[in-house]
């Protein structure tokens, strides 16, 4: 073997348990990859959406998780409810303005928090909601 192709070797080597390490690296926090609860407080419902009402839900595992419910607007609900789930990285408090207008447009609509988002306690996972 030639003194370049142990240099190769070396390197190849040296890449290889780099890429091992990045890939364990990734897959220890994963985790805190995919989920971005924010750690601040919810705002009241009274502040962030006037005229709505905090309501929560069991989990079948025990937890309560809470939302908000707004009525269509004036009393001219369609019998619609537009069900909103946040998503990552916020809270029910950043949909209050879609809220706002979908109540006004007649539907009723409920805002929910997953668990280990807007103050709601446990962790989110692919097997619990």
């Known amino acids: 073997m030639t ?9 190849f080597g040296a890449v290889a348990v780099g890429v091992v390490l990045l890939v364990a690296l990734l897959w220890a926090v994963q985790r805190r990859l995919i989920y971005f609860p924010l750690p601040r407080d919810l ?7 006037p005229g709505a009402e905090e309501v929560t839900f069991e989990t079948e595992d025990g937890l309560r998780l809470g939302g908000w419910f707004l009525p269509a607007a004036g009393g001219k609900s369609s019998g619609a409810t537009v069900l909103v789930f946040n998503g990552n990285a916020g809270d029910r408090s950043f949909r209050a303005p879609l809220a706002a207008a979908l109540s006004q447009a007649g539907l009723s609509v409920l805002l929910f928090d997953y668990r280990g ?3 709601n306690t446990g962790t989110p996972s692919e097997q619990a909601s």
């Open 117 to 119: 988002f807007g103050g």
């Open 3 to 11: 003194l370049l192709d142990t240099r190769l070797a070396m390197a």
């Open 43 to 49: 705002a009241s419902v009274a502040t962030a959406l």
